[in-house]
């Protein structure tokens, strides 16, 4: 028996490290949803979400007084609108498509790695960081590689699912090895991943005058500050026009998703489509390959809103190419990635751990240490 700290709260818990084998898990973080698509639970979640200075990089007292005064009262009740259009039976389409995602990736591990886990999680929400670490320990996860679902990496997203996992590790008495998976944009395997899924929405749907590779955005200064998301957005389509052949004139990219009047990354996508409608542009696709998986940003705001603004404008036909989701490329890209940075650990066949009779010794002396201690069993 021991006594450790989770959640700020001791707990007598059974150490099972002695007699289950060790784990590597793999944490796939992804930004969060609300719990209900109501006006209550998107100022719970907009209040975690826009308070993270990672997100949002003014000075805390000015900032508190924007966020709690003006966005929250005024944003929350059109988001909930919002996610009440996407939201299905299943819940959160980006809750449950990363969880499909997790155990779609589990299932490629089992083949060749079965000692590996998978854990969902959310930056903001739930099921959150500190959650899945719970479950880890249940499992005996001693390894773990923390894989961010961002492709580009930005200050905003990927360093802020390592912020979340550093505090959530203050409250965890035995940390595991860690490896840190920072962006996988120049992934040949993801490359083509996202190349195939065009690949067949134009086979059943036609090309397009236009292919839109739509990136959320970020502030400008946050590029001009160091961050390098905006080249890797850049390096993402080229380097997807090039698998598909595209010529320069056959596509662009735009960055979407803005909030508040400070000058984000250009060009606009909403802005862009209406742009393209006007010119004359009839027929466009639009694909989002900063996205691992769909969610509002695609779903509505893509397939929804830009939509009618675009045929508002003048235009005839905008369809989304959805995300790669949990499909079984997507999930064998993913694992073949973790595969790689788990090089050296048993877990991904850099040695092997205990059988049976080691567990069974390690019992045997625990339990024989317990009773020196005078511990209960």
């Known amino acids: 028996m021991a006594r450790d700290r989770i959640d700020g709260r001791a707990r007598v818990r059974k150490i099972n490290a002695h007699a289950e084998p060790p784990r590597a898990g793999v944490l796939l973080a992804n930004l969060?949803?609300?719990?209900?698509?109501?006006?209550?639970?998107?100022?719970?979640?907009?209040?975690?979400?826009?308070?993270?200075?990672?997100?949002?990089?003014?000075?805390?007292?000015?900032?508190?007084?924007?966020?709690?005064?003006?966005?929250?009262?005024?944003?929350?009740?059109?988001?909930?609108?919002?996610y009440r259009r996407v939201w299905t039976e299943r819940g959160s389409?980006?809750?449950?498509?990363?969880?499909?995602?997790?155990?779609?990736?589990?299932?490629?591990?089992e083949r060749n790695h079965p000692a590996v886990r998978v854990y969902p999680a959310m930056r903001y929400g739930r099921p959150s960081i500190a959650e899945a670490l719970e479950k880890m320990r249940e499992d005996n996860v001693q390894r773990l590689i923390v894989l961010p679902m961002y492709p580009q990496y930005s200050a905003t997203t990927t360093a802020s699912v390592f912020d979340g996992l550093a505090r959530a590790l203050e409250r965890v008495r035995w940390i595991p090895e860690l490896r840190l998976i920072t962006h996988y944009h120049y992934d040949e395997a993801w490359v083509e991943a996202v190349a195939d899924r065009i690949r067949a929405h134009q086979d059943a749907f036609g090309r397009p005058e236009k292919l839109v590779f739509s990136f959320h955005g970020i502030p400008k200064t946050y590029l001009l500050d160091g961050d390098p998301y905006y080249c890797e957005c850049q390096s993402s389509a080229r380097r997807i026009a090039a698998r598909l052949k595209l010529e320069p004139d056959d596509w662009l990219v735009t960055f979407q998703s803005r909030l508040g009047k400070a000058e984000w990354l250009k060009p606009y996508t909403d802005q862009t489509l209406q742009g393209l409608a006007r010119d004359g542009i009839k027929h466009v696709q639009v694909v989002c390959p900063g996205f691992a998986v769909d969610c509002l940003e695609t779903i509505d705001e893509i397939g929804l809103e830009n939509r009618e603004e675009f045929e508002e404008a003048g235009g005839e036909t905008l369809e989304y190419i959805p995300a790669l989701n949990a499909e079984p490329d997507h999930a064998r890209v993913l694992a073949e990635l973790c595969?790689?940075?788990?090089?050296?650990?048993?877990?991904?066949?850099?040695?092997?751990?205990?059988?049976?009779?080691?567990?069974?010794?390690?019992?045997?002396?625990?339990?024989?240490?317990?009773?020196?201690?005078?511990?209960?069993?």
């Open 339 to 377: 595969w790689r940075h788990g090089q050296g650990w048993p877990e991904f066949g850099g040695g092997d751990g205990p059988d049976e009779a080691q567990l069974a010794e390690r019992v045997k002396r625990a339990d024989a240490a317990a009773a020196r201690l005078g511990l209960p069993d």
């Open 93 to 109: 389409p980006l809750l449950y498509h990363t969880r499909d995602l997790a155990e779609a990736m589990e299932r490629e591990f």
């Open 32 to 82: 969060g949803t609300p719990d209900r698509p109501d006006a209550k639970a998107l100022r719970r979640y907009l209040r975690e979400f826009l308070w993270d200075p990672r997100v949002v990089e003014v000075p805390r007292p000015i900032w508190w007084m924007i966020l709690n005064f003006v966005i929250v009262p005024f944003r929350a009740p059109k988001s909930a609108e919002a």
